[in-house]
């Protein structure tokens, strides 16, 4: 697997992204909220080895909201820091998706979606609203979430 690192940003996986570098960004810039926080070293493998993977986050936003992600999936992530189980998928339109799901009945358990710099937003995700964050790794994220509703232990 793969260690995504944050110092010396990579577009290694998303090559097939119109905006791989903005990608690349993006998912450097995750990993180093994970190494901040949590002290976990953020680790990707390509969709196609982790289909297990790119099945679930697409049944949560099938089942919780009807989207289905237009966009091919280029990477996944799966993993636990504390109560919280995270599946992330890169898509290669530039959009992240991820599932933060606690593993106790009384945590938080929400979708993410965050769209890489010079992305437009998905037709399948036009009725969110973004909010901007600026990032020296990503330049400009958009991102916005909803609340899961129901349960998908992972």
């Known amino acids: ?21 903005a990608l690349a960004g993006l998912r450097a810039n995750e990993a180093r909220y994970f190494k901040n926080k949590y002290d976990h070293t953020f680790t990707v493998v390509p969709a196609a080895d982790s289909p297990d993977t790119v099945a679930y986050v697409a049944r949560v936003l099938h089942d919780e909201r009807g989207i289905t992600i237009a966009a091919d999936p280029l990477q996944t992530s799966q993993f636990q ?60 994220i958009r991102g916005s979430y909803f609340v899961i509703k129901g349960q998908y232990p992972a």
């Open 1 to 21: 697997m793969p260690t995504v690192d944050f110092h010396d940003v990579s577009t290694a996986g998303l090559e097939a992204s119109p905006v791989a570098q």
């Open 81 to 140: 820091v504390e109560n919280l189980q995270f599946t992330y998928v890169f898509y290669a339109d530039g959009l992240a998706v991820n599932v933060m799901y606690a593993v106790d009945d009384t945590g938080k358990r929400a979708v993410g979606f965050k769209l890489s710099d010079g992305m437009p937003v998905p037709a399948e995700l036009g009725g969110f609203k973004f909010a901007r964050q600026k990032s020296k790794l990503a330049g400009t």
